[in-house]
């Protein structure tokens, strides 16, 4: 059986744990052959439903193992041009794995992650945060204006989370700017425990 046999299409299953449990196998074997073959269903294949599965499968070997992926980031990237939402918030999924591993590559194509984002899912969205929190936390600052922007204009459901993860990489000088933002979206935010979180969180600012 080979590795595209083991995806959950080839299989006729309508749930997505072949597809985890063949990423489980391949990082736990760190099968780089394997893992080339899915990347070249991305490049090549016309079949909807497998280009969903190997995706699937190798954003899930990224989060066990992101170095087994991380030369893929171009193909990754090419996806977010993708008419699929699928595949979009997928390869967004895949390029937070990796971002760590690859900050250079993430950091030049940060227009194209954004735009993605945009016009993306809430995943597609969280990844983007997820992405530039971790480029943060490595000492690229430059990612903190960025992240400040998009907290303005989150959904009022991710507005917490989102709040919560910039405050961990937030640089002295964005402080009164990220605390005008919070006072800013408060008003807006109607379901208490959402609120709340933002209220414990501008306490712990110091706002």
């Not at 937070?96 to 809430?122: H, M």
Request: hydrophobic share 45%; with cysteine; glycine share 4%.
């Amino acid at each position: 059986m080979t590795v595209l046999d083991r995806l959950a299409g080839a299989l006729e299953r309508r749930d997505e744990q072949p597809n985890v449990a063949l990423a489980e196998d391949l990082a736990q074997k760190a099968d780089k052959a394997a893992i080339d073959e899915l990347i070249g269903v991305l490049r090549t294949s016309s079949d909807k439903r497998q280009k969903n599965d190997a995706l699937k499968v190798l954003y899930e070997v990224g989060e066990r193992r992101p170095e087994l992926i991380a030369p893929y980031a171009e193909e990754f990237l090419s996806l977010l041009a993708s008419h699929t939402n699928r595949q979009v918030w997928g390869a967004m999924q895949a390029l937070e794995a990796i971002a760590e591993q690859r900050p250079e590559t993430i950091l030049e194509s940060l227009p194209q992650i954004i735009a993605a984002a945009d016009r993306g899912s809430v995943i597609a969205n969280d990844s983007c945060t997820a992405i530039l929190v971790k480029l943060a936390a490595m000492g690229h600052s430059e990612t903190v204006p960025i992240l400040l922007e998009r907290l303005k204009k989150a959904a009022p459901n991710q507005f917490p989370t989102y709040a919560e993860e910039t405050a961990a990489v937030l640089t002295e000088e964005a402080k009164p700017g990220f605390l005008a933002v919070l006072k800013q979206r408060i008003t807006q935010i109607t379901q208490r425990s959402k609120r709340e979180r933002v209220e414990r969180l501008m306490r712990k600012m110091g706002g």
